[in-house]
Antibody, heavy 121, light 110 residues
Framework: QVQLQQSGPGLVKPSQTLSLTCAIS??????????WNWIRQSPSRGLEWLGR?????????NYALSVKSRITINPDTSKNQFSLQLNSVTPEDTAVYYC???????????WGQGTTVTVSS | QSVLTQPPSVSAAPGQKVTISCSGS????????VSWYQQLPGTVPKFLIY???KRPSGIPDRFSGSKSGTSATLGITGLQTGDEADYYC???????????FGTGTKVTVL
């Protein structure tokens, strides 16, 4: 059974970088059959997919246009986890952030517990 | 601003049926598979339907999915008070090369 455990700060100052980590148990971040996603949710934006990383012979990423210039999702094979970095945050980035495993055909079937991130000075 | 449009809310009495529509375009629903998610109040979204109409193990057959053209539908029969939640559709958008969620629908059991 795959489980995802999120960690990272709940408060980030404007213009700084939001960094979260999602530790994987029960599967490998390097699995050829899985994708590792970040999603956020706020009252104003609903559920918003931010991006994903996956390995199929090589590492690849896809990012949402709304954050493409500011986001990086990286796998860490040594720790079997993946991370989210969102640069130059503003109060608009205040949200609950989730990591999730899966793809859009077979579904996002495992989710992390969620991290509430507030952007405020 | 989601590219997938859902009605903000639907409601019905216990035991009745509700359907939730998810309207997209040729670059997302028209070309790719749809999944559905249930979010009970204060909880993490839960995976309900994948591959347009398949249920993962443990999801009762009261929940069903379908897709036609650029729209998808989630149906819930035998409505229960425990079904009160927000429901979201999701798919891949081939033009954006990105995942997209619907705007979400709140189901109320009267």
């Amino acid at each position: 059974q795959v489980q995802l455990q999120q960690s990272g700060p709940g408060l980030v100052k404007p213009s700084q970088t939001l960094s979260l980590t999602c530790a994987i148990s029960g599967d490998s971040v390097s699995s050829n059959s899985a994708a590792w996603n970040w999603i956020r949710q706020s009252p104003s934006r609903g559920l918003e997919w931010l991006g994903r990383t996956y390995y199929k012979s090589k590492w690849s990423n896809n990012y949402a246009l709304s954050v493409k210039s500011r986001i990086t999702i990286n796998p860490d094979t040594s720790k079997n986890q993946f991370s989210l970095q969102l640069n130059s945050v503003t109060p608009e980035d205040t949200a609950v952030y989730y990591c999730a495993m899966g793809d859009w055909r077979y579904g996002l079937d495992v989710w992390g517990q969620g991290t509430t991130v507030t952007v405020s000075s | 601003q989601s590219v997938l449009t859902q009605p903000p809310s639907v409601s019905a009495a216990p035991g009745q049926k509700v359907t939730i529509s998810c309207s997209g375009s040729s670059s997302n629903i028209g070309k790719n598979y749809v999944s559905w998610y249930q979010q009970l109040p204060g909880t993490v979204p839960k995976f309900l339907i994948y591959d347009n109409n398949k249920r993962p193990s443990g999801i009762p057959d009261r929940f069903s999915g379908s897709k036609s053209g650029t729209s998808a539908t989630l149906g819930i029969t035998g409505l229960q008070t425990g079904d009160e939640a927000d429901y979201y559709c999701g798919t891949w958008d081939s033009s954006l090369s990105a995942g997209v969620f619907g705007t979400g629908t709140k189901v109320t059991v009267l």
